[in-house]
Structure formats: C-alpha cells, structure tokens
C-alpha cells in the first residue's frame, strides 16, 4: 500500500465517521458541524482524485455558501429551543432500506471487472487551464443555462423567504 | 491511489448513509444535509470515473458533470430553505411528519 493510497482510507474513514454523525447526532447543532466535517473529508477525496479544482470549489460553494445557509435555516426555525423527537417512527425500516441499498452497491462494484477503468502508471493532476478550455467551448451552452437557472432559484428563494406585506 | 472497488465501496457507504438520514429524520433541515450528502456522493463517484479511465485521452466529461452537480445542490438547497423558513413562518414547525395540510 502506497502512502497515497494509506492517506485515502483515513480520508475515507473520516468522512464516513462524520457522516454518521449527520445522520445518527441527537443535537441539530452537532449534526451540523459533523456536516461540515463531512464536507471537507469530501474536498479531501476530490484533491486525491487530483481535481484540485473540484476540491476548491467544493470548499467555497459547500464549506461557504451551503453551510451558512443551513445554520441560518437552523437558526431561524428555532431547532434548539424546543427540543423534540429527531427520528420519525419509521426509523428501523430506514434502517434496514439503507443497509439493503449498500449491500446491492458494494456487491455490483465487487462483482464487475473494473480492468478498462484502472490506470495503468501514475494519474496526472487535471489541468485548471484545459478544463477551462473545455468548460467555455464545448460545455459553454450548458454553462450558460445553468447560470440562468442558479440566478432564478435564488431569485425564488429570495422570494418565498421574505414576508408578506399583510404578515 | 487505491483500486477503483474501493473508491466506489466508500462512495456506495456515504450514499447509503445518506439515504439512511432521509429516511429516518425527521427534521426537514437535517434531511436537507443528509441529500447533500447523497448528492456528494454520487459527483465523486463520476469524478472517480473520469479520473481512472483519463489516462491517456484527455476527458473532462465526468468532471464537469460534478461541477453541475454542485451548482445545482447549490441552487437546491436554497430554495429548499426558503420553503422550509416559509413553512415555519405559517405552520411553526419545521418537522416533515407535522406538514400534513395536503392529507385527508
């Protein structure tokens, strides 16, 4: 096992860990900064997958914007003050749903041959100025749509947040 | 870099534990954070399929989806919190088992 290879797993059991904590916190607050963690155990995966892009993006966009927002739900419908059941009362069959969908995944990664999809020598950094390349000319229609549809959704979101004259 | 099973076997883990949060929460924030995490999931593992078969032709595909993916997790979960701040406004609770005017 290479040293690469040594970090990925605690990567890996990090973000898994932290992950658990989202689901299984009996604190909302706690469960939040676990999400946090998560998220930057995700970043760490993207930069050993040598995308440092999608790792600085991930950190801006989730670790910023997406955290913040969901403090500030948290906040404004006051979760901590009256503190309830966090589980509903299907629990044990989420349960056992999750756990069956895991079992089917890892038996169809185990059970395939992966041969055409494993590199043979060392995998390069993707270059920031080719994908750069890519995204403005091959991808720019996409590109262009999904900014029209991040403006509008903000738009909506701004929208349905803010109150009404007659409130 | 490990093997690609087991890029995707942790992939698979942090799915599942995803869907297990959506299942069993029952705070609409909390289920919020367990689909972003579903969301996650599933760009790394089109990265980690980009990246494995990369070598030797050059392929952005599976990266720029990612990138999409984030923005539209992005553009989601905005609006998914401005419907939940709405909801509480109006029915002062914000758990997903108490939002029931659309039952008989």
């Given amino acids: 096992m290479s040293a690469a290879e040594a970090v990925y797993y605690v990567v890996a059991v990090v973000a898994i860990l932290s992950a658990l904590g989202v689901v299984l916190a009996g604190n909302i607050v706690h469960a939040a900064i676990f999400f946090i963690l998560a998220l930057g155990g995700i970043a760490g995966f993207y930069l050993m997958l040598s995308v440092e892009f999608l790792a600085l993006v991930q950190l801006i966009v989730y670790g910023g914007a997406v955290t913040i927002l969901i403090l500030f739900a948290l906040m404004l419908t006051r979760a901590r003050e009256r503190p309830q059941a966090l589980f509903g009362k299907t629990r044990p069959l989420g349960v056992v749903a999750s756990l069956a969908l895991l079992a089917a995944f890892i038996g169809a990664s185990v059970g395939t041959d992966w041969f055409e999809q494993t590199p043979r020598g060392d995998i390069e950094p993707v270059p920031f100025q080719e994908l750069g390349d890519v995204i403005f000319t091959v991808w720019i229609v996409p590109f262009i749509l999904i900014g029209i549809l991040l403006s509008i959704a903000l738009d909506g979101a701004v929208l349905l947040a803010v109150p009404d004259e007659e409130d | ?104």
């Fill in chain 2, 1 to 104: 870099m490990p093997p690609l099973e087991n890029v995707l076997i942790v992939n698979a883990i942090i799915f599942a534990i995803g869907v297990m949060g959506v299942l069993t929460r029952r705070n609409a924030v909390l289920i919020l954070m367990s689909l972003e995490l579903m969301l996650n999931a599933v760009s790394l593992n089109m990265v980690a399929f980009a990246v494995y078969g990369r070598v030797g032709f050059g392929n952005f595909t599976g990266i720029i989806f990612a990138l999409f993916i984030i923005v539209i997790a992005a553009a989601e979960v905005a609006l998914a919190l401005g419907i939940v701040v709405r909801t509480f406004r109006n029915r002062a609770t914000a758990n997903v088992d108490e939002i029931n005017l659309l039952k008989w």
